[in-house]
């Protein structure tokens, strides 16, 4: 054959159809190569069904369709619709010019467009006049086709697209494109179809491949290539876990004639149909492999298994990545046809929950905000209260959500905490990484510890000696309960120890104490709330200074109460009513070689009220004594009404137009909340006031004041308003 160069563009990519690319004769679908650089990796290139392919051979152009001939699936054909009956030209200049010469015999050329102004308005309008279909561009990946006119069959299986019915059909590439080169040039030369076309070229097997979600390969085994069409999975060991889908095909003799052995595995059975040119000749079923191939009479001592290739490493971990791919992903949650199938394969046999509304576990998942969730705590909230898991009703869990695409990303093993932390993102490494910053940093190392409940008396007379079993029980509960300073995402079991004291006491105390008992648990579960609540505070407050650097500051601002008189404060009504004063106090904290400085600023004012001016003109001044000053800020503090107002943000504002300072967040607490982190800053002025006051009272108000001032270097400043005032002149 032939070695001219050739040059090859896809004019249109064609389609893959499911049961021809991945049927009985897909093998013919596929054209399988070896690349020259690795002679044992084989690949292979689909003939999607009206791919068709321009190709440009000795300054002429061929177009080679791929259809699917006469309604017969067996094997594709290949036509091609470059194959002109009389002489044409190939554009207006060319055909201009060609009149041009004949009629003045010279060698002058002109534009076509150009002559004939096809350009202009005026003499487009009119040639268009009576036009039904105009001729179009349409873009497809890096190609631009031309449309250039539309046809139409009853043919459904090409989309209804006209074809030219002179057009010979082909079996192959090879003889398509040599017969219509031999035809137009007279010529014995004969080219490989495959080779022109390119299709082992990584441009072109690219775009073939575009969308493809399973390649087909070839495995030997004896004297027969296997082809493997299609990968099914199963938990059946005895089959190498291969399962229903599962297609292998090789050729072989059958009744003297070369046939297609099309071996085939289902949801509860086998079979393999034997086909001559498209005809089946033969067809059997059974329950196995080898009862399958009992009833044929071919390959009779070759191992069934290894007919089928289950036996086959490359097979194998095809069968192996097939179990790891999930069945659906997020997008098919709320499809219950889908997820039904799997709740019956993982689960359903798995739990012992009566009418378990499994299927809200994921909806509630897929409509959170994050796509992170913990495990065990997401999965009780479909379950009572009192549900126990067991290990294998886990398991199960585990594995149908692997199934509908979720993984688990838990950063640390189980004896270090019981945490199992899943997401359901194809892309699992950047969730992964988050788990394992935050279990790095210190906020995951938990570690629960379920110790064995207490056995309590059965016996509830009271008696001397239960009396004194039950109060060594409450005793040893609280002390439990105090050393019990470890972080917990749940209730843990020392504290649930307390709420069985409750529990008992309900059930055997009389009415008249059951008022005082539930006064006293809702008093015992505030307590245990604002401790969970203040360590989320804590934590937050850790949060904010891990993004502390040398160049920000972060500010706790905090409103102590008015601080009254004594004479203030005889009666609750009265408190109002009395004048004292307001104190103000900022903590800054800023980051020095990798150390964190606290520097102190109150503020107090004779005036009680506690409004937007004070806060702001703290600030201020904090502003313009602190050297060297912070390029941002950050600011904690409750969301009372003299932070959290728009008065104050309007001059928060302006902040950075007036001292270059970024303010990169204000964090709101609950009112009161914020005051703990300033509490042990507040305890300590007491304490040196207290100091001062007493050993220093024969010294003027001027000096104690400044004395105060020094001591522990704190900043302490008098904030007065500004008075309009009637007099000009003062």
């Known amino acids: 054959m032939s070695t001219q160069k050739s040059k090859t563009e896809i004019l249109a990519l064609g389609n893959i159809i499911e049961n021809i690319h991945y049927g009985p004769f897909a093998s013919n679908w596929w054209w399988f190569f070896r690349k020259k650089q690795k002679k044992t990796d084989i690949l292979c290139i689909p003939f999607r069904i009206n791919c068709c392919f321009w190709v440009k051979l000795n300054n002429h152009e061929f177009i080679v369709r791929i259809i699917k001939h006469n309604n017969n699936n067996f094997q594709p054909g290949f036509i091609n619709e470059s194959d002109p009956d009389t002489d044409v030209h190939f554009n207006i200049t060319s055909a201009i010019n060609f009149t041009y010469q004949k009629l003045f015999y010279t060698e002058t050329r002109y534009s076509g467009l150009g002559i004939l102004e096809l350009d202009t308005l005026e003499i487009a309008s009119q040639l268009l006049a009576d036009v039904t279909f105009i001729p179009f561009q349409v873009k497809y990946e890096n190609i631009t086709l031309h449309i250039i006119k539309i046809g139409s069959s009853n043919n459904k299986e090409i989309n209804y697209g006209g074809n030219d019915p002179d057009t010979d059909v082909h079996f192959n590439i090879t003889s398509a494109i040599n017969f219509t080169y031999q035809k137009l040039f007279y010529t014995e030369t004969r080219y490989s179809g495959l080779g022109i076309l390119e299709l082992d070229t990584l441009e072109i097997a690219s775009q073939l491949l575009a969308d493809v979600t399973f390649i087909p390969f070839q495995v030997k085994y004896e004297n027969i290539t296997l082809h493997i069409i299609k990968i099914g999975s199963s938990n059946n060991k005895e089959i190498n876990y ?58 009779q001592d070759n191992k069934p298994l290894e007919l089928f290739g289950l036996c086959d490493p490359i097979v194998k971990q095809e069968i192996k990545n097939h179990i790891a791919l999930p069945i659906c ?97 194809s892309d699992f490494n950047i969730d992964r990484e988050i788990i394992q910053n935050l279990y790095n940093d210190g906020f995951l190392k938990i570690k629960i510890s379920i110790p064995s409940l207490n056995n309590l008396s059965q016996s509830y007379e009271v008696t001397p000696l239960n009396e004194q079993k039950f109060w060594n029980s409450f005793q040893k509960s609280l002390e439990k309960n105090k050393q019990c300073n470890e972080l917990h995402n749940e209730r843990c079991e020392n504290c649930k120890q307390l709420f069985i004291v409750f529990q008992h006491l309900e059930q055997n105390l009389s009415s008249e104490h059951q008022q005082i008992l539930e006064e006293s648990k809702e008093k015992f579960t505030y307590f245990l709330a604002h401790q969970a609540w203040k360590k989320y505070l804590n934590s937050q407050y850790k949060a904010q200074l891990l993004d502390l650097n040398e160049d920000g500051a972060i500010m706790i601002a905090d409103y102590k109460m008015k601080i009254l008189p004594k004479s203030a404060r005889e009666k609750k009504q009265e408190f109002f009513g009395k004048r004292g004063w307001s104190l103000h106090t900022i903590l800054v904290l800023t980051k020095k070689t990798n150390n964190i400085e606290v520097q102190a600023f109150d503020h ?100 104690r004041e400044k004395n105060i001032r020094n001591c522990s270097k ?12 009637n007099n000009p002149n003062e």
């Open 329 to 425: 992903t997020i997008k098919d949650w709320d499809n219950f046809e889908i997820m039904q199938p799997i709740f019956e394969k993982n689960l359903k046999k798995k739990i012992s929950t009566i009418n378990l509304g499994w299927i809200q576990f994921f909806l509630n998942w897929k409509n959170q905000k994050t796509r992170i969730i913990e495990f065990i705590i997401t999965l009780a909230q479909i379950y009572p209260s009192d549900h126990q898991f067991t290990e294998r009703e886990l398991r199960a869990w585990r594995r149908m959500m692997k199934d509908v695409g979720c993984t688990n990303i838990t950063p640390f093993s189980k004896d270090k905490s019981q945490l199992e932390f899943w997401t359901y993102a």
């Open 604 to 703: 107090w004012s004779m005036d009680t009220k506690q409004d937007a001016w004070f806060t702001a003109s703290s600030f201020d001044v904090i502003f313009e004594t602190l050297d060297p000053k912070p390029t941002w800020i950050k600011i904690l503090s409750d969301n009372s009404a003299h932070y959290h107002s728009s008065e104050l943000m309007a001059i928060v504002a302006n902040w950075y137009a007036w001292y270059k300072i970024e303010v990169r967040g204000w964090f709101f607490f609950e009112p009161g909340e914020a005051k703990s982190l300033v509490d042990s800053h507040h305890a300590t002025v007491t304490a040196e006031e207290r100091i001062i006051n007493n050993r220093e009272k024969s010294l003027n108000q001027p000096l």
């Open 242 to 299: 291969g399962g229903n889908g599962y297609i292998a095909t090789f050729i072989h003799k059958f009744r003297g004639d070369q046939c297609l052995v099309v071996q085939q595995i289902h949801e509860n059975s086998f079979s393999i149909t034997v086909y001559r040119n498209g005809i089946q000749r033969e067809q059997v079923f059974g329950q196995s492999p080898e009862a399958v191939w009992k009833q044929m009479t071919i390959r």
């Open 714 to 725: 704190k900043n302490t400043e008098n904030l007065q308003k500004r008075q309009k005032r």
